[in-house]
């Protein structure tokens, strides 16, 4: 069974050794060498710096393309045109499943066709050098933002190449991202990530880790978010990781939602190690967006405003593209300036919503309750804990494909369009909690006039795109 214990430096030189081999790319890593360079590196992209000393929410879109020179054109462009905090650079998908031979290939068919054939940047096949031009012509601080379960070999080469923040973790780009990727094995992957970062930080150069937020991304119930940031956090701590940054996917509902930001930064705090700054990050809505860029605009909107008022120390933008899919550069510079705007304006504002305090007492509550389950069954240590609590059920993520998780879990929105749970399979939350979920549905099916069903699941599921926030029936449908 894994466990939660720091990796040796031996054991992390061996596992570094082994990798060397699944890329050429991997044997210009120095880790000494890497150190020196990161450290003449300008406090301006310090990722932990510029993030942990900011004053206001910082921006960062979701971008990757496949040639270097066109990675920078577009960052560039967000940068200067969009106004960016803080940079992307999107991983493509042949990468995340560890297929560097196919990555390779698309990469040499998009400098010889200039298409992107790729739906990213292949950091592992640009390599140490390639990766180092990209930081050194960019004038702000770059994340390396992907979906990889084994993320190992990407993390050496960008780490080497100058990046210093690197998103996702062993259950959030595990149980959401795959089918048949063992937890315990991911958790093991993980641990060398981190323990890389980990040792970087003992040399002195402070690499920031963000657990995915949004998980699955469509009406995930808070808790179940909040708690596995929580525990990614408590695992990459282990590992000497001193800049964290928890994230959480927004649900729509503007209470729900500010209550949540408030409650993960909060358990952030209580949870983790005092030597571990804690940040937070805000993902605009993930799920299904309306076809036309009006409409799109107004779900952004949404997301500033929320942003605003909760104050998260980084903002994950949207663009008014995303029916169409990847957006232009243009178009994402778009979705950037609306959610300044809209933070700008509200910044100067004192808001009030009723309702947030109770919400937040509640969302720490449940969330307590499923990870105070998987230190039950772990007897203490994190790494175990969480792969029986999958195992149980005990700890579930809706829509999930993992076989190792349940997927009993559904969510649906109560009749204020708050994400309650609508069949918990063996979810450890206490009765009174799943009482009070029920009872919430039950006050929309009254309303709706019809049952609590799987019916509504799947309506809330578009209701977004379709211009609602919560799937009320048609006229005529029950």
Same mark, same amino acid.
């Given at each position: 069974?894994?466990?939660?214990?720091?990796? +040796?430096?031996?054991?992390?030189?061996?596992?570094?050794?082994?990798?060397?081999?699944?890329?050429?790319?991997?044997?210009?890593?120095?880790?000494?060498?890497?150190?020196?360079?990161?450290?003449?590196?300008?406090?301006?992209?310090?990722?932990?710096?510029?993030?942990?000393?900011?004053?206001?929410?910082?921006?960062?879109?979701?971008?990757?393309?496949?040639?270097?020179?066109?990675?920078?054109?577009?960052? #560039?462009?967000?940068?200067?045109?969009?106004?960016?905090?803080?940079?992307?650079?999107?991983?493509? +998908?042949?990468?995340?499943? !560890?297929?560097?031979?196919?990555?390779?290939? $698309?990469? *040499?068919?998009?400098?010889?066709?200039?298409? =992107?054939?790729?739906?990213?940047?292949?950091?592992? !096949?640009?390599?140490? =050098?390639?990766?180092?031009?990209?930081?050194?012509?960019?004038?702000?601080?770059?994340?390396?933002?992907?979906?990889?379960?084994?993320?190992?070999?990407?993390? @050496?080469?960008?780490?080497?190449?100058?990046?210093?923040?690197?998103?996702?973790?062993?259950?959030?780009?595990?149980?959401?991202?795959?089918?048949?990727?063992?937890?315990?094995? #991911?958790?093991?992957?993980?641990?060398?990530?981190? %323990?890389?970062?980990?040792?970087?930080?003992?040399?002195?150069?402070?690499?920031?880790?963000?657990?995915?937020?949004?998980?699955?991304?469509?009406?995930?119930?808070?808790?179940?978010?909040?708690?596995?940031?929580?525990?990614?956090?408590?695992?990459?701590?282990?590992? $000497?990781?001193?800049?964290?940054?928890?994230?959480?996917?927004?649900? $729509?509902?503007?209470?729900?939602?500010?209550?949540?930001?408030?409650?993960?930064?909060?358990?952030? &705090?209580?949870?983790?190690? =005092?030597?571990?700054?804690?940040?937070?990050?805000?993902? *605009?809505?993930?799920?299904?967006?309306?076809?036309?860029?009006?409409?799109? !605009?107004?779900?952004?909107?949404?997301?500033?405003?929320?942003?605003?008022?909760?104050?998260?120390?980084?903002?994950?933008?949207?663009?008014?593209?995303?029916?169409?899919?990847?957006? #232009?550069?243009?178009?994402?510079?778009?979705?950037?300036?609306?959610?300044?705007?809209?933070? =700008?304006?509200?910044?100067?504002? &004192?808001?009030?919503?009723?309702?947030?305090?109770? *919400?937040?007492?509640?969302?720490?509550?449940?969330?307590?309750?499923?990870?105070?389950?998987?230190?039950?069954?772990?007897?203490?240590?994190?790494?175990?804990?969480?792969? %029986?609590?999958? &195992?149980?059920?005990?700890?579930?993520?809706?829509?999930?494909?993992?076989?190792?998780?349940?997927?009993?879990?559904?969510?649906?929105?109560?009749?204020?369009? %708050?994400?309650?749970?609508?069949?918990?399979?063996?979810?450890?939350?206490?009765?009174?909690?799943?009482?009070?979920?029920?009872?919430?549905?039950?006050?929309?099916?009254?309303?709706?006039?019809?049952?609590?069903?799987?019916? @509504?699941?799947?309506?809330?599921?578009?209701?977004?795109?379709?211009?609602?926030?919560?799937?009320?029936?048609? *006229?005529? &449908?029950?």
């Amino acid at each position: 069974m894994v466990r939660d214990e720091k990796l +040796s430096e031996s054991e992390l030189r061996r596992v570094a050794d082994d990798l060397r081999g699944d890329w050429p790319t991997a044997e210009a890593v120095d880790f000494r060498e890497s150190v020196e360079y990161h450290e003449a590196l300008p406090p301006s992209k310090r990722f932990a710096e510029v993030l942990e000393s900011a004053d206001r929410p910082l921006l960062q879109p979701r971008a990757g393309v496949p040639r270097l020179d066109d990675q920078v054109r577009l960052l #560039t462009h967000l940068l200067e045109d969009g106004r960016a905090d803080l940079l992307p650079t999107t991983i493509d +998908s042949y990468t995340r499943d !560890n297929e560097y031979a196919k990555a390779q290939e $698309g990469l *040499e068919e998009a400098r010889e066709t200039g298409e =992107d054939t790729l739906n990213g940047f292949p950091a592992v !096949n640009h390599g140490v =050098d390639g990766c180092r031009e990209l930081i050194e012509r960019i004038d702000g601080p770059v994340e390396v933002r992907h979906g990889t379960p084994d993320a190992r070999l990407l993390a @050496m080469v960008t780490f080497a190449g100058g990046f210093q923040s690197f998103e996702g973790g062993p259950v959030s780009y595990n149980i959401p991202y795959t089918k048949r990727r063992d937890l315990a094995e #991911t958790i093991e992957h993980w641990q060398f990530v981190d %323990r890389l970062a980990g040792l970087y930080t003992e040399f002195g150069v402070r690499i920031n880790r963000e657990p995915f937020g949004p998980l699955t991304g469509t009406l995930v119930p808070p808790c179940i978010a909040i708690a596995v940031m929580l525990i990614e956090g408590l695992l990459a701590a282990t590992q $000497g990781v001193r800049s964290v940054t928890l994230g959480y996917g927004q649900v $729509g509902n503007l209470v729900q939602d500010v209550a949540a930001l408030r409650a993960l930064r909060a358990l952030g &705090e209580e949870y983790l190690p =005092d030597e571990v700054a804690v940040t937070t990050v805000f993902h *605009e809505w993930m799920g299904g967006f309306p076809p036309d860029e009006a409409r799109a !605009n107004g779900v952004i909107g949404l997301g500033g405003a929320t942003a605003a008022v909760a104050e998260p120390d980084k903002v994950i933008t949207k663009s008014p593209q995303e029916f169409r899919g990847v957006p #232009t550069m243009e178009a994402n510079a778009a979705g950037l300036r609306t959610t300044r705007q809209l933070i =700008d304006m509200l910044a100067e504002q &004192e808001i009030t919503l009723d309702g947030v305090d109770d *919400e937040q007492a509640f969302i720490e509550r449940s969330t307590r309750c499923l990870v105070d389950a998987v230190l039950e069954r772990g007897d203490g240590d994190v790494a175990a804990g969480t792969v %029986r609590a999958f &195992e149980a059920g005990a700890l579930d993520v809706p829509f999930a494909p993992s076989e190792s998780a349940k997927g009993a879990v559904l969510p649906a929105r109560d009749d204020d369009g %708050r994400v309650r749970i609508l069949e918990f399979g063996d979810l450890a939350l206490s009765d009174d909690i799943r009482e009070t979920h029920a009872a919430r549905l039950d006050e929309r099916a009254t309303t709706e006039q019809r049952p609590c069903s799987f019916r @509504m699941v799947a309506d809330d599921v578009d209701a977004i795109s379709e211009g609602r926030l919560i799937g009320r029936p048609r *006229e005529g &449908e029950s």
